[in-house]
């Protein structure tokens, strides 16, 4: 079994503690990712998956548990850990070519080494001519891909989503799931990725992580044991759908 990357361990994280508006947001969560694992976190709207994200990411801290990244605690937001938000997040003012190379200019890349890597970064995204395009003439589709490019520029460790294609048309995202998986192949980074919908959880993931109703406790994993490129109509496909959704209703419903 590969090395773990990130683990969590009987994490809680209250919102507002000891207050009137205290809002225990997860219980207690634990949940190891493998190196070069996808695992999709998946659960009833508000459950949490957000916060146990952004805590991954370092941007919340667990109130109790121990959340770590190589076997260190994640005590802040670090280079290492690539984000794609729901909003893409570009900077208007900046061209395609210049919003994927920002991390590596911030880190004092040199010139040529950032131009290598951008081109390499937009044929891996498929956007070949769209070097010098600003955000504002791209559309949803290719604006997040561009955003997954700047997540991956540095080559971060790990790669969180948080419902990236949760704003794309119903097309736009098959196609961007489709690239995902493609990406994830060629680059094997390990990923944590969140969503509302159980098909795109299947269709991309290795593991699908259940949260219960909020606070978030692991309801279930399911281990996604089918080959890519995936197919919402294989019946083995739909075999899973139904089991998770099955799970996800019951916590719906409380
Ligand atoms: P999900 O991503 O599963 O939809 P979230 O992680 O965004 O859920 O939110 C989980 C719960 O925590 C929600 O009830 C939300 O209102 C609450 N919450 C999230 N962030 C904050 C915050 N900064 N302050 C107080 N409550 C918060």
């Not at 080494?113 to 891996?124: F, G, K, N, P, T």
């Not at 769209?130 to 540095?154: T, W």
Request: aromatic share 8%; hydrophobic share 40%; with cysteine.
């Amino acid at each position: 079994m590969a090395q773990i990357k990130i683990s969590a361990n009987k994490v809680e994280k209250r919102f507002n503690p000891d207050t009137t508006n205290e809002v225990i947001a997860i219980e207690d969560v634990s949940l190891d990712i493998h190196e070069g694992e996808f695992v999709s976190l998946l659960g009833p709207s508000g459950c949490g998956k957000s916060t146990f994200l952004f805590m991954v990411g370092g941007f919340e801290m667990a109130t109790a548990g121990t959340l770590s990244l190589n076997g260190a605690p994640i005590d802040g937001p670090s280079a290492n850990r690539g984000i794609v938000f729901q909003e893409y997040l570009l900077f208007p003012w900046q061209v395609v070519s210049k919003n994927i190379a920002y991390g590596l200019q911030i880190a004092g890349v040199s010139k040529a080494e950032q131009d290598r890597r951008v081109a390499e970064l937009i044929s891996m995204i498929g956007l070949q001519g769209f070097e010098n395009a600003y955000p504002e003439s791209l559309s949803g589709g290719m604006k997040q891909r561009v955003a997954i490019a700047r997540a991956l520029a540095y080559d971060p460790e790990i790669l969180l989503m948080d419902e990236p294609f949760g704003a794309l048309d119903a097309q736009t995202r098959s196609r961007l799931i489709n690239d995902l998986t493609r990406i994830h192949q060629s680059t094997h980074k390990t990923t944590l990725f969140v969503t509302h919908s159980v098909e795109e959880a299947i269709l991309l993931s290795d593991r699908v992580a259940l949260f219960s109703a909020r606070p978030a406790r692991i309801k279930e994993v399911f281990e996604i044991d089918l080959p890519h490129p995936r197919s919402v109509t294989d019946k083995n496909f739909v075999r899973y759908e139904r089991l998770i959704l099955k799970s996800l209703e019951e916590e719906v419903k409380k």
